[in-house]
């Protein structure tokens, strides 16, 4: 606590001798004019808000809150860091869903992006003469971005299953959905950027101007600079969604199945959507009776195919068709019908929806009102994402899902689907396996009871330990590496040119300390 209260205090300081200075205007220099330093909070309710995350599994206390109104305020901030001769860490946090503290300034700064939302700087959302993107704040809601554009009959083409969570949070890690064997993650959908770097300044960056804080900044994991503004493509919104489920007892059928749907994906015979998750023998006996999909008879059909097959697994294939409206209604079933005719599900096992593009989008926001009241979302989430090499997906799943979990308890979600690598830039940030079609599967548990923690740590470490013994050439998404050398693995070849960009873009290393990459200031 002594070194916690000095550290405060000369942080404390350091923010008065400033506010001082900055009644002194620099001449071309605007932003040193601005008071930024009474949108510093430093009572303990702003600081304890900001010392956790999602995850709740780690905890570190900021010496302030910034509550920015405008990009300048961030710029303001960022200079006046670099201006100290030991700088704080700045660490900009949109809704703080990230897993192990990437979002947490230990004794430096978190930026509140939310924040922005209540100014009025002018491109929280808006939309281009031609309709073909929309600006929009770093700091605004997914969920807030597909109502806007709707109202335009346009929206994004790629979607998180989750829509709480803000641009700027997910453009830095990638950006992931079912949409994503189509158009690719999120950060491949963006056209331009305005980002202010750890010098404090703001530059606007896209594939051909300033392309190299573009590539950086994409998947940048914060490192950077603050993304203040993202453009980002758009589509014209369907209506309704079939949306479909289909399940396997055969982990070769179910993978082959996938990659023939994410083959598909210019000719319009598909689904629009593909993911798919995993059900552990446990979850299907003990685990809850139904879901915002399946009813508890469903449910049992699935349980009944994994005791008649013996399987200690099942899976299956999530898929979405998109339609218009209800004149389209039987085309679209046609279609869904001549599709589902080329795929190798267990017979009878097929479930469909017909519901709004809303609805289908939001599922999850759904899903966390329930838990919410189940009073199990505010729990420590030890999530694993990991993308896998399509050649290894069947030793993965042997190794993992008929080995270290075959008896896990039933506690979360297991996602798996596939993707295709040639829809990434292999100029971002971003690591990705190298081959063509890669799994993102993520262990997405949640620690309900006492115990179950430490338990779902060791069984991800297990995991992790496994694809390292076995080369499965495993990589991190929503990364989390303890030593310098797990990041330097991480990033591969790309290694070089993230130290090199950091050292250009941030080189006294305030930007998100919680990720831990570089060695913080300070
Ligand atoms: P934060 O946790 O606040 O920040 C994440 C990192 O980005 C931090 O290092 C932070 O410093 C930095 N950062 C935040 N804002 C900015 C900014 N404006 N500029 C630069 N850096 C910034 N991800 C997927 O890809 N696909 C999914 O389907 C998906 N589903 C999810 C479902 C749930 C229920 C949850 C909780 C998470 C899910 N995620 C998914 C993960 C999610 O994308 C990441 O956790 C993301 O970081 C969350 O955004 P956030 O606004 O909470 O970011």
Redesign the pocket.
């Known amino acids: 606590c002594l070194a916690t209260c000095l550290m405060a205090t000369s942080f404390l300081s350091t923010i008065n001798h400033f506010h001082m200075a900055a009644t002194v205007a620099l001449p071309g220099d605007d932003v040193f004019t601005l008071d930024i330093v009474s949108k510093i909070h430093t009572d303990h309710g702003s600081t304890a808000k900001a010392s956790s995350?999602?995850g709740h599994i780690v905890e570190a206390i900021p010496n302030g809150v910034f509550h920015p109104t405008s990009p300048a305020d961030i710029t303001a901030l960022i200079r006046l860091s670099i201006s100290q001769s030991k700088p704080f860490t700045v660490?900009?946090?949109?809704?703080?869903?990230?897993?192990r503290g990437?979002?947490l300034a230990p004794g430096g700064i978190v930026i509140d992006?939310r924040s922005m939302g209540h100014g009025d700087y002018g491109n929280h959302v808006s939309m281009s003469p031609n309709e073909l993107w929309v600006d929009v704040g770093?700091?605004q809601l997914w969920i807030d971005v597909l109502h806007a554009t709707l109202k335009h009959g346009l929206a994004p083409r790629i979607w998180?299953?989750?829509l709480r969570?803000?641009v700027?949070?997910?453009l830095?890690?990638?950006?992931?959905?079912g949409q994503a064997f189509r158009h690719g993650?999120q950060i491949s959908n963006v056209h331009e950027l305005d980002v202010v770097t750890g010098m404090g300044e703001m530059v606007t960056c896209s594939p051909d101007k300033n392309q190299d804080l573009f590539f950086a900044?994409l998947g940048g994991?914060?490192q950077f600079?603050?993304?203040?503004r993202a453009r980002i493509a758009l589509e014209p919104a369907p209506k309704r969604v079939l949306w479909v489920r289909i399940a396997y007892s055969d982990v070769e059928l179910f993978t082959s199945d996938q990659e023939l749907l994410i083959s598909k994906r210019s000719s319009g015979s598909g689904f629009d959507y593909i993911e798919g998750q995993v059900q552990m023998n446990r979850t299907l006996t003990e685990g809850r009776r139904s879901s915002s999909f399946f009813s508890a008879s469903e449910l049992d059909q699935i349980a009944e195919l994994a005791l008649q097959t013996g399987s200690s697994a099942i899976y299956y294939i999530e898929g979405a068709m998109y339609y218009n409206d209800d004149t389209a209604t039987f085309s679209v079933n046609q279609k869904l019908e001549r599709l589902l005719e080329e795929l190798s599900f267990a017979p009878g096992l097929a479930f469909v929806r017909d519901v709004s593009y809303v609805d289908f989008l939001d599922r999850?926001g759904r899903e966390?009102q329930k838990l919410r009241s189940a009073g199990v979302w505010d729990v420590p989430?030890p999530w694993l994402n990991l993308f896998v090499p399509r050649s290894r997906i069947l030793d993965f799943d042997a190794g993992v899902f008929k080995g270290i979990l075959k008896d896990a308890k039933p506690v979360g979600l297991i996602l798996m689907y596939p993707m295709n690598k040639d829809r990434w830039d292999d100029r971002m940030t971003a690591a990705t396996p190298d081959e063509d079609v890669f799994y993102a599967v993520g262990l997405l548990r949640s620690a309900v009871a006492a115990g179950d923690l430490e338990r779902l740590e060791r069984e991800n470490a297990a995991v992790l330990e496994f694809c390292d013994r076995e080369g499965i050439g495993c990589k991190q998404?929503?990364p989390h590496h303890a030593s310098p050398d797990g990041w330097r693995r991480h990033f591969a070849e790309k290694w070089g040119s993230v130290a090199a960009l950091k050292r250009k873009y941030d080189p006294r290393a305030i930007l998100?300390p919680?990720?831990g990459i570089f060695p913080a200031a300070g």
């Not at 830095?172 to 959905?177: P, T």
């Not at 600079?225 to 203040?228: D, H, L, N, R, S």
């Open positions: 995350d999602f660490a900009p946090r949109g809704q703080g869903h990230s897993a990437q979002a992006m770093g700091e998180t299953d989750y969570i803000t700027g949070g997910t830095s890690n990638a950006g992931i959905g993650p900044a994991l914060g600079g603050v993304i203040t999850v966390e989430h998404y929503l998100s919680g990720q």
